[in-house]
């Protein structure tokens, strides 16, 4: 019996054209998990995990095989369809063809690699109309709900490169009335709005092309603080010269006489420089130019490629030298990571990983998600529609991959690995290029174009000196550097020398291991350096990091800048170190290796612990230096901010490395006084998920020593990183452990703060009254310390509470007297957010133009110091005064200007309240249609990060929105849930015009 499923829109499975039975919204969840991952094996961790989120039930494993079971059931007797326990989890195997949302990925793969316009048009058509709604409409998990917003990208990248390959066909009027649509929707999308500006020019409407030109500007400018792109500026000064290239195609064709702008993307090209006098591979690379070719039938090309050997046989180096030739192929960049997979010690993580490449797709650092699985979907859509080359050099397994694949087949991903990584082949479709050693011939030809003519002159010589180093490329480069330098000694001599030393390393016991051999030629050239040189490097084999600077390697060997430099030099020319960019210099996995191995060989434990003692102090001197430029703390410090804060981005993956080797290896107060030093960096702009690794590293180290003050220090921080990421449960338990700490420690200072923090935890969940007893608790404590900041913050949190509850006199009278204290300590910007909040109350004491005016001298205020974070809370107690007085315009602007604030900050839970508020806004002012779609955000966000409050208030305007549209029947289930939040929660329904606390 024929099957068919889909996930685009409704989950559904149809068995000889009949709808299957599939049961309740949890066991159609299970279905679209594995769906999506169809011919991946699914863990039952991760579906636990995708199915229920944070709140799966004790017995989750267990309703999970009784669902599988069902689903079993329901797809019985269905042609090529099985659900099955694999070793590596649940597979579902099915024909992809008959998932709509493999069959979409397909047929748009399957068209921009089309051969006319005509062609791909159709295929477009074809595969924008198995959308039947929104993914997984009816169902909401947090691993879906980002699910959804990834494949909503998609679509969105496929309906603009619709429109790109019609306006080449010349159907702009057609187009028109949906580009503007398309507009109002995506306001803010710099390509939409081209393909509208060429559009309305094409129709004749020039003066229409130019005002949307300068509309956006205008947004832009407003809402984000920025200028159009210069494709977008390029293609506007076309227009308003009326650019003949401009014109309408005169046929089908993949190249218009004119560009049909994008929008201005960032474009990294990360490709390590092309490697000198490369020899030999011509096979291989014909195999991988083979690979590029479409196959018979139409098939896209291929999207994965392997090239698998032993270590030092030349993968990256063939690998780099093929991105080179084919990069013109991806005109939207290169992205490149050496995944250190065979590290003991450093092996990139694929969370790290995937934070190196949104960066480099020019995601801002707040914005990149918390977790793995999120931080892979943020990725895939990054890359949906563009054509780009990804290079994974030295992965270790399948695992450390298969997140870093793209989900569009626009893109080519070519990984090296001493590692078959048969599952790639297997299940990702990847073609593996396996390298064996160079041929004899290659290998001396290599040798040949490194020490030139004595190869020619001695040629029994340099064939032996060729076996001698296994035709390993590595080893061959090494060994000619030397000959080269040994100008005066006969190649016979040398190949004889090589020999000594390899009948004198026991280390070649092993079984005719190639790898074996080239320790010998490590030997070799490492037995001719000088002391100082063969010292550096042994030391070299120490750092944590993957390049180190000449400072730090200064520190390391307890030398001079320069000293180490000429050193440095010397092993550089004895390709025993790779130099890079600004000073920071490289070493081979295999050398790296060899030169820790030597270490422990030759050098004292003591001398070696003394070297990284000395390391970690120079990192921490550097840190600490910096960070006294960026935030001075009102005292007077020389120094450069640009300067330090490069020093810090370009130290930032070593600086981690000290922390998390520091506190695996015993250097537990260079861990923990590092980790508070880089706090406040990494907290404002590096990688979150960094950031947490850093300081639990901070935490572990404290607990090592015994440091009970540095142990809540790094907890206290560490829930504030969890708190940020929308990860309400841990930061709960950290801010507990903290205050436990310092309730024992008796520094009731700090244990008011955790306990304001913690009460900031269980308001966000929705448990008003234990946050009320910590405001309380935080208080009394400040009371008794005489410190008002704090008393009136604790005043403040708890007159929310009271409003929330519908306690409006309470809360009035605790905001006054919160007024009062921040009054009589003068701080202006408190004391407006205050007024604004008791303007806000249904019968607030404080006239709204009083409280505006207090927050209009706000918002320049921190708008002159810079300071983002507190420039979008004004802006959204702004908004919220302007909506009391109808005035909708202004305040929606307020609102999308915070949002852009927001989502750079990374305040994920402030973000999905300022949805809502936008979204009351836009209801308010007859906007129905965008109101359901700012609710349908804030729903997502708040389901994922677990605030039910939001839940509620999205599920409100959710039902308001859907019954102005005339769709009662789609407004009573979120009538429904919204009702039912707001009396598990004991408080009453979301008034127009409530208190809102974005960020506070």
């Known amino acids: 019996m024929a099957a068919e499923f889909g996930v685009l829109g409704v989950v559904e499975a149809r068995i000889d054209g009949r709808p299957a039975d599939l049961g309740h919204a949890r066991q159609r969840c299970v279905l679209g998990v594995l769906l999506v991952e169809a011919g991946r094996p699914v863990t039952p961790d991760q579906l636990i995990d995708r199915v229920w989120g944070e709140r799966a039930p004790q017995r989750a494993a267990g309703a999970l095989y009784s669902y599988l079971s069902r689903l079993r059931r329901a797809v019985a007797g269905a042609d090529g369809v099985e659900i099955r326990r694999e070793p590596g989890g649940y597979l579902l195997t099915v024909n992809p063809q008959t998932v709509d949302l493999h069959r979409f990925r397909r047929l748009m793969t399957t068209a921009r690699a089309a051969e006319s316009d005509r062609a791909a048009a159709g295929l477009i058509e074809q595969a924008l109309g198995l959308w039947r709604g929104d993914p997984f409409a009816g169902l909401d998990t947090p691993w879906l709900a980002a699910m959804r917003r990834t494949l909503l990208g ?179 960049g290169q992205l490149y990571v050496n995944l250190r997979g065979y590290d003991a010690e450093q092996p990139v ?361 540095a142990q809540a220090r790094a907890l206290s921080n560490l829930g504030r990183l969890h708190r940020r990421q929308g990860r309400l449960l841990e930061a709960a338990e950290t801010y507990r452990q903290a205050l436990l700490l310092y309730a024992d420690l008796g520094d009731a200072a700090a244990e008011a703060l955790v306990l304001r923090n913690l009460g900031s935890v269980d308001w966000r969940r929705g448990d008003y009254r234990p946050a009320a007893d910590h405001y309380q608790r935080a208080g009394t404590l400040c009371r008794h310390l005489g410190d008002d900041a704090g008393r009136a913050d604790a005043l403040v949190r708890l007159g929310l509470i009271d409003a929330r509850l519908g306690e409006e006199s309470e809360a009035a009278r605790r905001f006054g007297s919160a007024l009062d204290l921040y009054a009589t300590l003068g701080d202006r910007f408190s004391e407006a957010y205050v007024l604004s909040l008791l303007a806000r109350l249904p019968h607030g004491p404080i006239p709204l133009e009083q409280a505006e005016a207090h927050l209009d001298q706000s918002l320049a205020a921190v708008r002159r110091a810079g300071d983002r974070t507190a420039e979008a809370y004004v802006l959204t107690d702004l908004a919220a005064i302007h909506a009391r007085q109808s005035r909708f315009a202004e305040a929606a602007g307020h609102l999308r200007r915070a949002l852009v604030l927001l989502r750079r900050i990374g305040d994920r839970a402030s973000e999905g309240e300022a949805l809502n508020d936008l979204g009351q806004v836009l209801h308010a002012a007859g906007d129905a249609a965008e109101a359901r779609a700012q609710h349908g955000q804030a729903l997502a966000l708040a389901e994922e990060i677990g605030d039910r409050y939001e839940q509620a208030r999205a599920h409100d305007g959710m039902a308001a929105a859907l019954r102005d549209l005339g769709d009662s029947e789609s407004a009573r289930p979120h009538a429904d849930a919204a009702g039912r939040i707001f009396a598990e929660l004991e408080v009453p329904a979301a008034p127009a015009g409530e208190v809102t606390t974005v960020g506070r």
């Open 154 to 332: 998609e679509r969105f990248a496929a309906e603009l490169d619709g429109n790109d390959v019609l306006l080449r066909l010349g159907r702009h009027g057609e187009l028109l009335p949906a580009l503007s649509a398309a507009v109002a929707e995506h306001p803010l999308d710099e390509r939409l709005a081209g393909q509208a500006m060429l559009a309305l020019y094409r129709c004749g409407r020039q003066a229409d092309a130019d005002e949307q030109y300068r509309r956006i500007r205008r947004l832009l400018a407003d809402e984000m603080g920025s200028d159009p792109g210069a494709e977008l500026r390029r293609l506007h000064e076309q227009v308003l010269a009326a650019d003949p290239v401009l014109s309408v195609p005169g046929g089908d064709t993949r190249t218009p006489p004119g560009p049909v702008p994008v929008a201005a993307t960032t474009v990294p090209t990360q490709l390590p420089a092309d490697v000198r006098a490369f020899t030999g591979r011509t096979g291989e690379l014909a195999a991988l130019d083979r690979l590029l070719e479409s196959p018979d039938g139409g098939e896209p090309p291929l999207t994965v490629a392997l090239l698998c050997g032993t270590a030092g046989v030349g993968k990256s180096a063939l690998a780099v030298r093929w991105a080179h030739r084919v990069r013109e192929a991806y005109p939207d």
């Open 349 to 709: 993580a694929v969370a790290d990983a995937l934070a190196g490449f949104l960066t480099a797709l020019g995601v801002r650092a707040p914005e990149i998600p918390p977790g793995t699985d999120e931080r892979a979907a943020r990725y895939r859509s990054e890359l949906t529609g563009r054509r780009m080359l990804v290079l994974l050099d030295n992965a270790s397994s399948v695992e450390q991959v298969r997140p870093l694949l793209p989900g569009t087949g626009s893109c080519l991903v070519l990984i090296t690995s001493r590692d078959s990584l048969r599952g790639m082949v297997a299940v990702d479709g990847a073609e593996r290029v396996n390298l064996d050693l160079l041929p004899l011939p290659d290998a001396i030809g290599l040798l040949r174009k490194l020490i030139g003519a004595r190869v020619d002159r001695e040629p029994d010589a340099a064939a032996a000196l060729a076996a001698a180093c296994a035709r390993l490329p590595l080893a061959l480069r090494i060994a000619a550097e030397l000959a080269a330098e040994r100008t005066d000694v006969p190649l016979p001599e040398l190949v004889a020398e090589l020999g000594d030393h390899q009948v004198r390393l026991d280390l070649l016991d092993a079984g005719g291991d190639p790898r074996a051999e080239v320790r010998a030629v490590f030997s070799w050239s490492y037995q001719n350096l000088p002391e100082g040189a063969a010292r550096a490097f042994r030391l070299l084999g120490l750092h944590p990091g993957e390049t180190a600077h000449v400072d730090a390697v200064a520190a390391l060997i307890d030398a001079r800048p320069g000293e180490a430099r000429r050193l440095l030099d010397v092993l550089s020319r004895a390709s025993l170190v790779q130099p890079g960019r600004g000073g920071r210099y490289g070493m081979h996995d295999l050398l790296r290796a060899y030169a820790a191995e030597l270490a422990a060989g030759h050098d004292a434990e003591a001398d070696r612990r003394a070297a990284l003692t000395r390391l970690f102090d120079h990192y921490l001197a550097g840190a600490t230096a910096a960070m006294a430029t960026l935030y001075p703390d009102g005292v007077p410090v020389a120094g450069d901010p640009d300067a330090a804060r490069a020093w810090l981005e370009a130290e930032r993956p070593n600086l981690a490395a000290v922390c998390t080797n520091g506190a695996a290896h015993g250097w537990y107060r260079h861990t923990i006084e590092l980790a508070g030093t880089m706090f406040r960096y990494l907290d404002a702009g590096g990688p979150v998920a960094e950031a947490a690794t850093v300081t639990a590293s901070a935490v572990a180290a404290a607990r090592a020593v015994g440091d009970r003050d």
